[in-house]
């Protein structure tokens, strides 16, 4: 199956992935900002199906045969000369019969792949590295992070190397897609039991729900959760939604920004954001919005706003590791998405500003106790990230205690 957009660079990194994967390593001097762009060399160990040496890795635009062998006859002079050369082009330049006569001649392999129709050929190692192309390629090259095995870091300035970095350090997202289909699973259930109270389709779609499905499922409330002691609310309220719209401006925010948030953090750490996120949301709500009224507080939108708090945290505590284009504009976008929101929300009574910046202030607590160097550096140990969610946990309940003990005294 052809990947969309294929350029030598991509094919060039495909390549190194494979040869990673099985036991290779850098020889050359590749970083992060030239490992894809630049002529790389890999010496690769005894292996069943390919040959032991050094290979370069070459991606050329639109190579010329004078140009080629004029460069294979430079490289054969170098300390280590290759003995097998991957050259991945945009287009075919250069015919099969050709490689194999210049192959012959250096006595070399010489693999041609195009990026236009992801072909190998021109070496009997060229079925071989067809398998990069296969459709089952995606999820077992994805396992292999070169940024783990390069000699020397990038220019972590430039930002082109910083976004390359998240997504090498992780090709998918797992948590967020996950928050998202239990938030709509949540309003699927919303809506067939509103339908079993009586209310009509559309009336719960467009209008909302009525108080009677809300509160069975888990709204937040200062009698239930405070008085009653329904401490679950914190949390199942923040999968609870008013209507469509609701729900649907959520989880659009969400996506928008839960991505990068994961990438930043890890998807464990991220969650804890999440979680911790939604009940400080929750909490700030029982002690502001909800402790003089006998409202209910449903929504992600804590959450999401603690996801934002999350970033913000990330880029102070580790502000060497963010690129400054990149800190700005996270600073920016994070003042105008606060400033939007919370404006719109008090001027609608109907929207919980509680729980927004509770969720900011919370989000924005717990990025700065979680955030990490991104990989390959080291990356917190499983004791030290387990003891920040410990410690986060007593926040939080100390927070649950002084609402229930101030508030109501």
Known sequence: MPHAHANPEDVSARVQQLLLAQGARYVSKA???????????????????????VWVVLPWIAPTNEQLEAWLNQA?????????????????????????????????????????????????????????????????????????????????????????RLRRAAPKTAVTPWIIRANIAVFALSLAL????????????????????????????????????????????????????HIAMNLYVLKSMGDMAERLFGSTAYLGVYVASGIGGSLLSLAWTLSTSHNYSVGASGAVFGV??????FALSRRKSVPMQVYRSLLRSAGMFT???????????????????????????????LSRDLPPAPQPTKERLYATFAALAVLLALGYAGVAAFVVG
């Open 194 to 245: 509103a339908a079993s109270h009586g209310t009509g389709l559309l009336t719960s779609l467009f209008t909302g729900f009525d108080n009677e499905t809300l509160v069975s499922l888990g709204a937040n409330s200062f009698d239930l959760t405070v008085t009653h002691r329904e401490i679950w609310r914190l949390i199942s309220c923040t999968f609870l939604h008013a209507n469509l719209l």
């Open 31 to 53: 970083t992060e900002e030239n490992w894809k762009h630049a002529a790389v060399a890999l010496e690769m160990p005894a292996h069943p199906h390919l040959p032991a040496g």
């Open 76 to 164: 054969l002079q170098s300390p280590l000369p290759p003995l097998v050369v991957v050259i991945a082009m945009d287009v075919p330049t250069i015919r099969p019969a050709t490689l194999q006569t210049l192959a012959a001649a250096h006595r070399v392999e010489l693999v041609g792949i195009s990026a236009l129709d992801e072909q190998c050929y021109g070496s009997r190692l060229a079925p071989m590295l067809q398998v990069i192309f296969s459709p089952d390629a995606d999820a077992a090259l994805s396992k292999t992070n070169p940024l783990e095995h390069l000699a020397a870091l990038g220019d972590q300035r430039n930002p082109e190397v910083f976004f390359e």
């Open 308 to 313: 934002m708090g999350g970033m913000l945290g």
């Open 339 to 369: 400033v939007i929101n919370l404006a719109f929300g008090f001027s609608l009574k109907v929207v919980d500003n509680g729980a927004h910046i509770g969720g900011l202030l919370a989000g924005l607590v717990a990025g700065l106790a």
